[in-house]
């Protein structure tokens, strides 16, 4: 099988100078031999192994788990549906099925599901200033102030162009990051610190092509995302792939810029995604009305996150079985969150998702909205929406806010590398998209459409998924040449 992912070493001196630095392929057909052959060592036997070795070997103390048990080397380190299918039907006995990622872990015959689209169950704690809220606003939260939901695996390709780490952003380096999965999804004890940090620096070799590489040594060197030399100059690109890269530079590169192609480079462009909201849930417009309606921006000089509706697209497709989102089927966890303006949980800074106003359609009567929006004004002419621009009845994931505890980051995430894309599919951060042509789809309907400075002209495709709201902001061959791009990076 060809391998896409790389890594660095030292070609053999023949003198007294050291060798050059060079790519090679990982060899991990060695790599798995060397990890079995580990794991029935003693303890201390670890004290010797690699890093790239207590990748592949399962921590002492847990519940046979590895790193490469979610982070599959020969998928590009993540965990495609593909893989856990096939290793259901060859090894149910696999570590990887366990009870912790069961679709019910206390059913007395476990199912998977929710692995089989790449997702795994991830354990949350609700800030401070955070409740959960039933329907009605009456505070549910649970004695431990623990919630969980489904998410996809990252690759750990790239690691070293990008931090802080988890698709939220809770972990500020690789040592913790490889704690967190011992902990929580290996059921692991504390590993040494020797040994995190040479998972971490194992990691950090890792990339997804030498170009990926070159921008590392750059930013390893002191250089600025930013300004990191275009590598994709060095690449003999097709005619669509030349033209992809102008729709890329055109509306990718404000928030997937830099060298990185995960740098916020338009502050502009990103905070047009952060409207003020009001203590009820709702976004607050300017007064009076406007055609079309203003949202208030809410100011995020700051803020390396962004909700680009990806949880939103993972409510529609629960609401309507014929979607286009790939998780559709499989269930989510539907919460409403209230936040508060401290942490004595006193007075109310707001309840997200917002209460639906009456007559609300949650997309069950067959009138051609899933989306489950309407026409309600205010009494000032706005409409009454939530931080979607849409209402929506619950979230399936709050995203960057049980991070920080503000309802500014509800449901916004990282903004990840593109390095490497075109090889770890499913996409966005609960694997609601199976291809990246469906990624483009949905960023070209759901979310550019709404941002006339990042819709292209040209003629667009009559919109076929039925949901209200502007054209499409790319034509049909911008998207073709666009995804042609991106499987390029």
Same mark, same amino acid.
């Given at each position: 099988?060809?391998?896409?992912?790389?890594?660095?070493?030292?070609?053999?001196?023949?003198?007294?100078?050291?060798?050059?630095?060079?790519?090679?392929?990982?060899?991990?057909?060695?790599?798995?031999?060397?990890?079995?052959?580990?794991?029935?060592?003693?303890?201390?036997?670890?004290?010797?192994?690699?890093?790239?070795?207590?990748?592949?070997?399962?921590?002492?103390?847990?519940?046979?788990?590895?790193?490469?048990?979610?982070?599959?080397?020969? =998928?590009?380190?993540?965990?495609?549906?593909?893989?856990?299918?096939?290793?259901?039907?060859?090894?149910? =006995?696999?570590?990887?099925?366990?009870?912790?990622?069961?679709?019910?872990?206390?059913?007395?015959?476990?199912?998977?599901?929710?692995?089989?689209?790449?997702?795994?169950?991830?354990?949350?704690?609700?800030?401070?200033?955070?409740?959960?809220? #039933?329907?009605?606003?009456?505070?549910?939260?649970?004695?431990?102030?623990?919630?969980?939901?489904?998410?996809?695996?990252?690759?750990?390709?790239?690691?070293?162009?990008?931090?802080?780490?988890?698709?939220? $952003?809770?972990?500020?380096?690789?040592?913790?990051?490889?704690?967190?999965?011992?902990?929580?999804?290996?059921?692991?004890?504390?590993?040494?610190?020797?040994?995190?940090?040479?998972?971490?620096?194992?990691? !950090?070799?890792?990339?997804?092509?030498?170009?990926?590489?070159?921008?590392?040594?750059?930013?390893?060197?002191?250089?600025?995302?930013?300004?990191?030399? #275009?590598?994709?100059?060095?690449?003999?690109?097709?005619?669509?792939?030349?033209?992809?890269?102008?729709?890329?530079?055109?509306?990718?590169?404000?928030?997937?810029?830099?060298?990185?192609?995960?740098?916020?480079?338009? !502050?502009?462009?990103?905070?047009?995604?952060?409207?003020?909201?009001?203590?009820?849930?709702?976004?607050?417009?300017?007064?009076?009305?406007?055609?079309?309606?203003?949202?208030?921006?809410?100011?995020?000089?700051?803020?390396?996150?962004?909700?680009?509706?990806?949880?939103?697209?993972?409510?529609?497709?629960?609401? #309507?079985?014929?979607?286009?989102?790939?998780?559709?089927?499989?269930?989510?966890?539907?919460?409403?969150?209230?936040?508060?303006?401290?942490?004595?949980?006193?007075?109310?800074?707001?309840?997200?998702?917002?209460?639906?106003?009456?007559?609300?359609?949650?997309?069950?009567?067959?009138?051609?909205?899933?989306?489950?929006?309407?026409?309600?004004?205010?009494?000032?002419?706005?409409?009454?929406? $939530?931080?979607?621009?849409?209402?929506?009845?619950?979230?399936?994931?709050?995203?960057?806010?049980?991070?920080?505890?503000?309802?500014?980051?509800?449901?916004?995430?990282?903004?990840?590398?593109?390095?490497?894309?075109?090889?770890?599919?499913?996409?966005?951060?609960?694997?609601?998209?199976?291809?990246?042509?469906?990624?483009?789809?949905?960023?070209?309907?759901?979310?550019?459409?709404?941002?006339?400075?990042?819709?292209?002209?040209?003629?667009?495709?009559?919109? #076929?998924? $039925?949901?209200?709201?502007?054209?499409?902001?790319?034509?049909? =061959?911008?998207?073709?040449?666009?995804?042609?791009?991106?499987?390029?990076?």
């Amino acid at each position: 099988m060809t391998q896409h992912t790389f890594r660095r070493e030292r070609e053999p001196s023949g003198g007294s100078r050291p060798g050059r630095l060079v790519t090679r392929p990982w060899p991990w057909a060695a790599v798995v031999l060397m990890a079995t052959s580990a794991c029935g060592a003693s303890s201390t036997s670890r004290e010797d192994l690699t890093g790239e070795q207590l990748f592949s070997t399962p921590f002492p103390r847990s519940n046979g788990r590895s790193c490469a048990t979610c982070h599959v080397p020969e =998928d590009s380190f993540t965990l495609t549906p593909a893989h856990v299918t096939r290793l259901l039907e060859t090894n149910p =006995d696999d570590p990887l099925f366990n009870a912790i990622d069961a679709d019910d872990p206390t059913a007395e015959k476990l199912t998977f599901e929710h692995l089989k689209k790449g997702l795994v169950r991830v354990w949350l704690t609700l800030p401070d200033n955070v409740d959960l809220i #039933d329907e009605d606003g009456n505070v549910i939260t649970p004695g431990d102030r623990k919630l969980f939901v489904w998410r996809g695996v990252p690759s750990i390709a790239d690691s070293a162009l990008t931090a802080p780490f988890q698709l939220d $952003g809770r972990v500020e380096t690789l040592e913790e990051q490889a704690q967190g999965a011992i902990t929580g999804h290996s059921e692991g004890g504390e590993a040494p610190r020797s040994e995190l940090e040479r998972i971490a620096a194992f990691e !950090r070799e890792v990339f997804s092509s030498d170009r990926a590489r070159n921008v590392a040594e750059v930013l390893a060197g002191g250089g600025a995302a930013e300004s990191a030399p #275009d590598v994709e100059d060095e690449l003999d690109l097709t005619q669509s792939e030349e033209r992809g890269r102008e729709v890329y530079k055109a509306i990718c590169a404000a928030c997937h810029g830099g060298g990185n192609q995960a740098t916020i480079v338009d !502050r502009e462009i990103h905070d047009l995604a952060f409207p003020v909201i009001k203590p009820d849930g709702t976004v607050l417009y300017e007064v009076p009305a406007t055609a079309p309606p203003t949202p208030v921006l809410a100011a995020q000089p700051e803020n390396e996150f962004l909700n680009i509706g990806s949880a939103y697209e993972t409510f529609m497709g629960q609401l #309507d079985p014929d979607s286009h989102v790939f998780t559709r089927d499989v269930s989510f966890p539907r919460y409403r969150y209230r936040f508060y303006t401290d942490d004595s949980r006193r007075e109310i800074a707001a309840d997200l998702p917002p209460t639906p106003p009456p007559g609300f359609d949650d997309g069950s009567g067959g009138d051609g909205d899933p989306a489950g929006l309407n026409d309600d004004l205010d009494s000032d002419g706005n409409p009454v929406a $939530g931080p979607n621009f849409g209402l929506q009845l619950f979230s399936a994931d709050p995203g960057r806010s049980m991070v920080t505890g503000s309802p500014n980051d509800f449901e916004a995430f990282d903004v990840p590398t593109l390095r490497g894309i075109g090889k770890t599919a499913p996409y966005f951060h609960d694997n609601a998209a199976d291809t990246l042509e469906r990624v483009v789809e949905v960023y070209s309907d759901h979310l550019l459409s709404r941002f006339p400075s990042l819709t292209l002209p040209g003629e667009k495709e009559p919109d #076929d998924d $039925g949901d209200i709201g502007p054209p499409e902001a790319l034509t049909a =061959d911008q998207k073709s040449d666009l995804v042609a791009f991106l499987k390029r990076l």
